[in-house]
């Protein structure tokens, strides 16, 4: 008699900054075989920017219920609204946004850590600045 697998549903989102924070963590990501999916611009090819974290935000999968369960979820929303299972998902969700500091004022990191940036309120509460 088969198993059944349970669903590995997507526990971690990790924003990255650039190419290099990309190769770590997918190497990380390979390496402890985790739940977890890897966002960039355009494949690490050019850098999100402190000040652009909410034009990030403001993107099809992210500003969109629909579209943010079917990519990282892989199910529908209308099915795991049915279920009451989208708000358990999405406590258990985090975002982690991995930013260089470089180039932004004081002013902006001070927002970044704070998590003005972040303006998609039902993703907010997991958003986690590092």
């Known amino acids: ?3 059944q697998r ?5 526990r971690a989102i990790i924003i ?3 190419k290099s924070e ?3 963590f997918s190497r990380l990501k390979s390496i402890l075989r985790l739940p977890i999916s890897i966002e960039s611009n355009e494949k690490g090819k050019s850098s999100v920017k402190i000040q652009g974290i909410e034009s990030f935000f403001k993107r099809g999968e992210f500003n969109e219920k629909k579209s943010f369960c079917k990519k990282f979820f892989q199910e529908e929303y209308s099915d795991l609204r049915k279920q009451k299972k989208f708000q358990i998902l999405l406590n258990q969700l985090k975002i982690f946004i991995v ?3 470089d180039d932004a004022t004081d002013d902006q990191v001070n927002r970044y850590k704070n998590c003005e ?3 998609v309120k039902w993703l907010k509460h997991c ?3 590092i």
């Open 1 to 3: 008699m088969k198993k």
């Open 6 to 10: 349970k669903t590995n549903y997507c």
């Open 16 to 18: 990255c900054h650039g």
């Open 22 to 24: 990309l190769i770590l």
């Open 99 to 101: 930013m260089d500091i």
């Open 117 to 119: 940036y972040f303006k």
């Open 127 to 129: 958003c986690i600045p």
